[in-house]
Nanobody, 125 residues
Framework: QVQLVDSGGGLVQAGGSLRLSCAVS????????MGWFRQAPGKEREFVAA????????DYADSVKGRFTISRDNAKNTVYLQMNSLKPEDTAVYYC??????????????????WGQGTQVTVSS
């Protein structure tokens, strides 16, 4: 059984930074492609960023490109999302997600079978 635990959310002013973490237990972490998604009130859950198994390749939504950085530490079974230059429109619950296998970029929620519980990020103006 794979378990994902999100942490690191909080309240920050516009222009500030936060780093989210997602600790993964279960099968070998390095076998999973990882992603971050977010869901704002009244909106559907949307793709934010993804990283391949080695951590050498990343993919970003246009809305966060240049401001957010996804990374992973396979020795610590953890994936991170560094968020800089935060904007009020980044306010959402952020979720990490995992999938085993595959060789492409996955941006849809149904493509990830495993999910964290979410962590709230609130950006004030």
């Amino acid at each position: 059984q794979v378990q994902l635990v999100d942490s690191g959310g909080g309240l920050v002013q516009a222009g500030g930074s936060l780093r989210l973490s997602c600790a993964v237990s279960g099968r070998t972490f390095s076998s999973y492609r990882m992603g971050w998604f977010r869901q704002a009130p009244g909106k559907e859950r949307e793709f934010v960023a993804a990283i391949n198994r080695s951590g050498l390749l990343t993919d970003y939504a246009d809305s966060v490109k240049g401001r957010f950085t996804i990374s992973r530490d396979n020795a610590k079974n953890t994936v991170y999302l560094q968020m800089n230059s935060l904007k009020p429109e980044d306010t959402a619950v952020y979720y990490c997600a995992a999938r085993a296998g595959g060789a492409s970029w996955y941006r849809k929620t149904h493509e990830y079978p495993y999910w964290g519980q979410g962590t709230q990020v609130t950006v004030s103006s």
